[in-house]
Every structure is written in C-alpha cells, then in structure tokens.
C-alpha cells in the first residue's frame, strides 16, 4: 500500500501539494520522505530545498541577500542562518543595498547588539563594504544579475550528483567568481562560499539526480 508523505513549514504547518511541492510517495508505515536530497531533514531545511535551493534567482536585491547571507554563514550551518534570516531582513533594511552602504557606527553598534543575528563585527563590517562594492557593479554592469550570471555563460550548469559526497565544495567557476569578486572589493567572498552562492541562487543545479526538484528544475 502506498501513502503520501506532505512536507511541512518551519512551524510544522502542512504545505500544499502543487508542481513546486509535491506530495511524494512511500511505503506504507515509512514515515521518513523520499526522494530529496540527504541534506533536507528538518522542516525548515525540507521547505527551503523544496521551495528555494537551486531555484535560479535574478533579482538584484535576493541575489545580494544570498551573498551576505552566504558570507554570514562562514563557520556556521546554514539552517543558522535561515533561522535568523527574518531577522535579517529586519535590521538590515530587507538588504537594500542603498541603505546598507550607508551605515554608520551608531548602526553597526545596533547590529552588534542584536541578538537575531551573528553578531560578528567583521561580517557586519563586510555586508556594509560589500553594499558599496554592490552598488559599483550595478554602476558599471547595468545590474548585478548580468554580472554574476556571466561567470556560468547566463544559464544553470546541471549536474548528474547521485551521492552526496560527489558534489563539490568549490568549482573552477566558483574559483573565477572569487577572483573577481574580491577585485571588486567584495569581501567574504571565498570560493567555497561562492559555490555555496551559486548552488543557492540556481546558477547550478545541484540537487541529486534521485531528488524530485533535479528533474524540476532541469526542465525549468
């Protein structure tokens, strides 16, 4: 007899079945959901993958979130970050760049304070020099997703992972997205966390050929 297993949010409320979320089906009795990638266990992680990782992104602003997120996450998990991610977007204006470049001690006194967030002053010092490097892109570029998109010819690598310990931790591309990020005085911008940037923001799709979203987002 087959079942069908629903994912849930972060509060532990039922999604809705649809194309970007299906039910998926299991063994009678098999409480554990199939067909994702290993990552994706606890509900705040299953609907980011679900819903957000590898999903390919190109809006100026969600792109300069996931690369101050990506930075602050250095040395921490990520669902640390997804965690305090509202909060995020809360104290630091909902990552208007424009606004960010523009913060003063008084501002970066505040943030340290807050408990939402990591409060590391280097990596809030490094959002505020990466809003100014932002900024400078989208001067010289036209906008930053035309930029970022080059460094894989515009359009997402696909990759054929079956296990998890076959996806990479950095690429030649990421590689080539760190030089020249860090030229452009980006700052946290390694190319460990491009990868992880890139993995996030859809400029790769690296979901396990055995998960549900790798054939999804192929035909995307």
Known sequence: MVQYIEATDQQGRTLPSTKMNPRVATKSG???VLARCTWAKSPIMIEYHDLEWGAPV???????EFLILEGAQAGLSWETVLKKRDT???VFDNF???????????????????????????????????AR?????????????????????GRP???????????????????????????QNFKFVGSTICYAFMQATGMVNDHLVTCFRHEQLRKR
């Not at 008084?106 to 490094?126: F, T, V």
């Not at 690598?157 to 030229?183: G, Q």
């Open 30 to 32: 098999d409480k554990s």
């Open 58 to 64: 190109h809006d100026d602003q969600t792109l300069f």
């Open 88 to 90: 995020y977007r809360q």
């Open 96 to 130: 208007e760049a424009e606004k960010i470049a523009r913060y003063q001690e008084k501002k970066i006194a505040k943030l340290l304070a807050e408990p939402g967030i990591i409060r590391n002053r280097l990596k809030i010092l490094a959002a505020i020099e990466n």
């Open 133 to 153: 490097a932002f900024l400078k892109v989208q001067s010289e570029f036209g906008n930053f997703n035309e930029y970022i998109w080059n460094f894989v010819g």
């Open 157 to 183: 690598l696909v990759n054929v992972w079956k296990s998890t310990s076959d996806v990479p931790a950095k690429t030649a591309e990421s590689d080539a997205m760190s030089r020249d990020l860090k030229k």
